[in-house]
């Protein structure tokens, strides 16, 4: 196993011990994936409702920022929750960095929580949304059943979007965790 | 199991290396205050060679601890120079230090600091958790420290199913597992009742003479500076008396 890996291995079971506290940002990303592969997947429908209102693209496009925003709400909240967990675990990276353990394996492992709250929630929330939207066209909600290349392409953007927002977000708290002196983070 | 005579079969005080393990060099230390400045430590100097148990001593705040931490490099001098098995450390990055630390340096706590979500011998090998070596190799020397500390039947336990004295020696094996040469134990027994305390300290001189590793350690426990090669007693941030442990101890300097 790489050094990288191994440090994920063990970021996996710092995270799990705290799933708990992780739920509410991780329903909050999915909710956002859920509207979005909703959104994305009946927007011929979408369109054509918005139709009757004025312009149909700009409609489509509101009903994606709104989905997008909710998404990057959820990201937010992971970011969030990361600070506020290294925050707690400020004597455990001083441990580590006390027995000379990379700061960079330190950050990879740190970084787990927050990319796997929001993979997680995303993929559940997405997948929700795949199987809600065809429901939505078949109880005759949407004038269309989706297309499975635009489910799956959905699903695939709002996980690649959440992951990325949330580990943007959650790099510079971890970042400034690790980059602490270790007496900092053993006093805490 | 564990092979704990030195590879030249010599007495662990002579086995590493010629020189000293610890050199503190006219070390100062000093912290602002808002607008004061606190003299932490002030002109420190003093040595240890291989294989000694030396103690420091002295009430709090008298610089033991801001001592301690330099030693490990949590924190850097003001001024002077430590230099760790020969290596001066004020030219080292953070990420040296490190390193340094890994290789040379292992560390024990007043509050033992294991990972509550480890079991005991996962702590063992904490240290080398991250590395790419051979894991069955490093789960042998983690299960043969902990049978040396007593805890070969608490292999699998989580630090919160362990006594104060057990999650101790299970640090004590965490600090040995990366062959360092110098132990640095802060308080190690304040956290604990006086016998076992003294069964934690016996271990940790009797297993640190047959590993041949050097140990400081700061504490306020007579009994431990009793069991100390050296006695460096410390006051106002300067060393003011080193005592061989075998004179008489004038314990008058000591406010509980």
């Known amino acids: ?43 011929p429908a979408v369109r054509r409702q918005g139709a ?37 675990r400020a004597r455990e990276i001083g441990v580590l960095c006390s027995f000379g353990v990379p700061p960079r394996s330190v950050l990879a492992a740190l970084m787990v929580e927050p990319v796997a709250t929001a993979g997680i929630g995303a993929l559940v929330g997405a997948v929700l949304g795949a199987v809600a939207a065809p429901l939505a066209g078949a109880a005759g909600l949407a004038d269309a059943g989706p297309s499975p290349v635009s489910l799956a392409g959905g699903v695939a953007l709002a996980v690649v979007v959440s992951v990325v927002a949330a580990t943007v977000a959650s790099a510079a708290p971890c970042a400034r965790a690790v980059a602490r002196p270790p007496l900092a983070s053993l006093a805490h | 199991m564990l092979d704990v005579t030195p590879a030249n079969g010599s007495t662990p005080a002579t086995i ?4 000293a393990v610890v050199s503190v060099d006219g070390v100062w230390k000093l912290f602002a205050m808002g607008d004061d400045v606190v003299r932490a430590l002030i002109d420190v100097s003093f040595t240890v060679e291989p294989g000694e148990f030396v103690c420091l001593m002295g009430p709090s705040g008298s610089g033991k601890s801001t001592l301690l931490h330099l030693l490990g490099g949590l924190d850097r001098p003001t001024r002077g120079e430590v230099s760790i098995a020969g290596e001066p450390t004020s030219g080292l990055t953070e990420s040296q230090f490190s390193a340094l630390r890994h290789s040379t340096i292992g560390f024990i706590f007043q509050s033992y600091n294991l990972m509550p979500f480890l079991t005991a011998v996962e702590n063992v090998e904490l240290p080398l958790m991250f590395e790419p070596v051979d894991r069955a190799s490093v789960r042998r020397r983690a299960v043969d420290l902990l049978e040396l500390v007593g805890l070969g039947h608490r292999l699998d336990h989580r630090p919160s199913r362990l006594s104060g004295g057990e999650q101790q020696r299970t640090a004590i094996a965490r600090a040995l597992i990366g062959s360092p040469r110098v132990i640095l134990a802060d308080e190690p027994t304040a956290n604990l009742d006086h016998r076992t305390g003294d069964a934690v300290v016996e271990l940790l001189v009797d297993l640190c003479h047959r590993l041949g590793v050097t140990v400081v350690a700061s504490t306020h426990d007579q009994r431990v500076a009793d069991r100390a090669s050296r006695v460096l007693r410390m006051a106002d941030g300067r060393i003011v008396a080193t005592e061989p442990a075998e004179s008489p101890s004038t314990p008058t300097e000591e406010t509980p």
Do not use: K
């Open chain 1, 1 to 43: 196993m790489t050094a990288v890996s191994l440090a994920l291995a063990y970021g996996v079971r710092a995270a799990a011990r705290r799933r708990r506290l992780l739920v509410l940002p991780a329903v909050t990303v999915g909710t956002g994936a859920f509207l979005l592969v909703l959104v994305l997947a009946l927007m």
């Open chain 2, 16 to 19: 590493a290396t010629t020189g």
């Open chain 1, 52 to 88: 009757t209102f004025g312009d149909a693209a700009a409609v489509g496009r509101a009903a994606v920022v709104v989905a997008l925003v909710v998404l990057l709400v959820g990201a937010l909240e992971v970011a969030i929750a990361a600070t506020r967990s290294v925050s707690q």
